[in-house]
C-alpha cells in the first residue's frame, strides 16, 4: 500500500527505524488500521498484524525485540476463541500494537475489514471519508464509524467482515443503490 499522508510516511519511517518488518519478516506482518486508508486521527495507533503459530516463542521475540519501548506490555489471550499475542508500546509520537495470531496475516480480521473499508471509501469518495473523521472525531471507533455512515443493522465488525466478502459489483449495489442482494 503506497502512503497516502504525510502522518502515513511518517509512520512508516518509524516503523523502519524500528525495523519491525525486517525483525518480524517469518511473521509476514502487515500494517492495518486507519493510517494506512487515510481516516486516522492524530492519536490512531499503527497495528502491526502477525501470523504467529507458536505464541509463547513469539511474544519472547517480541518482548526481547521492543521491551524496552516506552509503555511496553504484552499478553497472551483469546479472541475470538483463538489464542493471540498483544503488545504494544510507544515510539516517537506512535502507539504500536502488534498483534500475532496462527492466521495468515492477509485472512485476519483487521486486515479485512482495512481492506473492506479502503475499497468504500474508494467508491464514496472525500465527503463520505469526511463523514467517517467526523464520526471518529466524536468519540466512535471506526467499524461502528462505518456502520453508523451505512446504517448497517447488528454488530458492525461482522457487517464489515460480511461485507468484505462481496464482489465489487456487490458492494458497489449496496453502497450506491441500498440492495446488497444479488
Known amino acids: 500500500m503506497n502512503p497516502t499522508t504525510p502522518r502515513h510516511r511518517q509512520a512508516l519511517a518509524v516503523l523502519e527505524d524500528l525495523r519491525i518488518f525486517t525483525d518480524l519478516q517469518t511473521h509476514h506482518?502487515?500494517?492495518a488500521g486507519t493510517v494506512p486508508i487515510g481516516i486516522d486521527l492524530p492519536d490512531s495507533d499503527l497495528d502491526i498484524l502477525c501470523e504467529a503459530h507458536d505464541l509463547p516463542a513469539?511474544?519472547?521475540?517480541?518482548?526481547?525485540?521492543?521491551?524496552?519501548?516506552?509503555?511496553f506490555r504484552s499478553a497472551l489471550k483469546l479472541k475470538k476463541r483463538l489464542p493471540c499475542v498483544t503488545a504494544?508500546?510507544?515510539?516517537?509520537?506512535f502507539e504500536i500494537q502488534i498483534f500475532g495470531q496462527p492466521v495468515p496475516t492477509d485472512r485476519q480480521d483487521a486486515w479485512r475489514h482495512m481492506i473492506v473499508e479502503e475499497r468504500i471509501l474508494s467508491l464514496?469518495?472525500?465527503?463520505f471519508r469526511q463523514e467517517i473523521l467526523r464520526l471518529k472525531a466524536g468519540g466512535h471507533k471506526t467499524e461502528p464509524a462505518f456502520a453508523l455512515a451505512l446504517n448497517l443493522p447488528g454488530d458492525p465488525y461482522q457487517a464489515l467482515l460480511d461485507m468484505a466478502a462481496w464482489d465489487d459489483s456487490r458492494l458497489r449495489r449496496f453502497l450506491l443503490e441500498g440492495s446488497p442482494n444479488d
Open 29 to 31: 506482518p502487515l500494517l
Open 58 to 71: 513469539f511474544q519472547s521475540r517480541i518482548r526481547a525485540l521492543y521491551g524496552s519501548h516506552t509503555g
Open 88 to 93: 504494544s508500546f510507544t515510539c516517537q509520537q
Open 124 to 127: 464514496l469518495g472525500e465527503p
